[in-house]
C-alpha cells in the first residue's frame, strides 16, 4: 500500500483546510488509518484515526471538535478536515494504514505541510 497525502497550505488562523490521502491497492479499505503531525522542532504526534468501517473515530485533545477525520473506501482515500485553525496546528501532517497489535502503523505517506498564520 503507497498512501500520498495532499491538501496542505498557507492559511489564517479560523481558516480551514481539508487534506486528503490517496492510497493504492484495495487492501487499504481493511485497514484502520490515521493521521499525525510534527510541528517544528517537535516529535511527531497523534491527530485522529478512524477504523476500517468507518465504525469508530479518535481524536487527539487538541484537534477534538475543530477535525473530522473520515474516509471513502470506495475511493481508497481518507480525509482530515481541519475546522477554526490556529497557529498551533502549524507541522507536516502525515497520514498512516494498518494499525498493527504493537500499535504502530505499517504504511505512512510523505506528508503535506500545513502553515497557519496569526
Known amino acids: 500500500v503507497q498512501l500520498q497525502a495532499s491538501g496542505g497550505g498557507l492559511v489564517q488562523a479560523g481558516d480551514s483546510l481539508r487534506l486528503s490521502c490517496a492510497a493504492s491497492?484495495?487492501?487499504?479499505?481493511?485497514?484502520?488509518m490515521a493521521w499525525f503531525r510534527q510541528a517544528p522542532g517537535k516529535e511527531r504526534e497523534f491527530v485522529a484515526r478512524?477504523?476500517?468501517?468507518?465504525?469508530?473515530?479518535f481524536y487527539a485533545d487538541s484537534v477534538k471538535g475543530r477535525f473530522t477525520i473520515s474516509r471513502d473506501n470506495a475511493k481508497n482515500t481518507g480525509y482530515l478536515q481541519m475546522n477554526s485553525l490556529k497557529p498551533e496546528d502549524t507541522a507536516v501532517y502525515y497520514c498512516?494504514?494498518?494499525?498493527?497489535?504493537?500499535?504502530?502503523?505499517?504504511?505512512w505517506g510523505q506528508g503535506t505541510e500545513v502553515t497557519v498564520s496569526s
Open positions: 498512516a494504514a494498518q494499525l498493527t497489535s504493537e500499535g504502530k502503523y505499517t504504511y
Open positions: 491497492g484495495r487492501s487499504f479499505r481493511s485497514y484502520t
Open positions: 478512524i477504523s476500517w468501517n468507518v465504525g469508530s473515530t
